[in-house]
């Protein structure tokens, strides 16, 4: 008798810290429908582009998961996203399928990209220029970086843009070494939409940001859609986050089994 009565007490302790240390929930943020942003008050184009950024999403590390939909080539796969950022050096990323169980692992820096496929026993290991199979030349580790927390792509914020109202939002266009832009704002200069294009190359990238969250004092978007293109390859990630963290200490635990074989 007394052992089921403690076993029914540790059973209510440990409900009570799960409780304790579940995820906090993420604020929704309403955003201003009316052009009050000071881009509308800015004469020159330096101006412009200094309140853009100075509204852009600064971080040392970031820690998130999203339920995604993950559809590459035609293949498609509802799975979650244990993503980790350490900014300008690394991305790591956790794939979890079903009942948690880890089924890919991925780490991304300037230079390189290592993929383990835990379904398969491979992994992958190439250069990050493996990425223009899927994407833009344009893009590089800052370009993910950005996108993965909502902020304007570096690159796209340059004196040559050109700036016109749209609607209650801002249009930022130009052209990049032939790669044509198209930057949506809203009034309070948080990026909506994002269009790359190269037609020669056969090379698009869309990225749509909704629902906007307050995450450790920051606002950043909770649903992201990304659809990029590359001649015949086609990768579609459509991403929702359910937990959003900054600056905290973070480890990015990666290292391939001696039995994985390379993939070509």
């Known amino acids: 008798m007394k052992r089921n009565i403690l076993n029914k007490i540790a059973f209510v302790c440990l409900l009570i810290i799960a409780a304790g240390c579940s995820s906090k929930k993420l604020v ?7 052009d009050t942003a000071a881009i509308a008050k ?10 853009i950024r100075s509204k852009q999403v600064t ?13 590459v080539n035609g293949n498609d796969n509802d799975v979650t996203l244990n993503i980790r950022i350490n900014r300008d050096q690394k991305i790591w990323i956790s794939i979890t399928a079903i009942a948690g169980i880890e089924i890919a692992r991925a780490q991304i820096t300037p230079d390189s990209l290592i993929v383990i496929n835990r ?12 990425i223009y199979g ?9 370009t993910i970086q950005s996108l993965l927390v909502g902020n304007a792509i570096g690159e796209l914020l340059n004196e040559n843009a050109t700036f016109l109202p749209e609607g209650n939002n801002t249009a930022i266009t130009g052209n990049l070494q032939g790669l044509i832009y198209k930057l949506l704002l809203g009034a309070d200069l948080k990026v909506t939409q994002t269009n790359l294009s190269n037609t020669a190359a056969r090379q698009t990238l869309q ?11 920051r606002v950043i978007p909770s649903q992201v ?6 001649g015949n390859n086609k990768i579609q990630a459509n991403l929702r986050y359910t937990k959003a963290e900054f600056d905290l200490p973070l ?7 001696k039995s994985y074989e390379a993939a070509n």
Do not use: H, W
């Open 134 to 142: 899927y994407a833009s030349k344009q893009v590089n580790f800052q």
């Open 225 to 230: 859609d990304i659809l990029s293109t590359a």
């Open 59 to 71: 971080f040392n590390t970031f820690s998130g998961r999203a339920k995604a939909k993950l559809d």
């Open 119 to 130: 379904l398969q026993s491979i992994y992958l290991k190439k250069p990050f220029s493996y």
């Open 42 to 51: 800015a004469n020159d184009i330096n101006s412009r582009l200094a309140a």
């Open 28 to 34: 929704v943020i309403k955003r201003p429908a009316a």
């Open 251 to 257: 480890e990015y635990p990666f290292s391939i089994p």
């Open 207 to 217: 990225v749509a940001n909704n629902v906007f969250i307050q995450a450790s004092n």
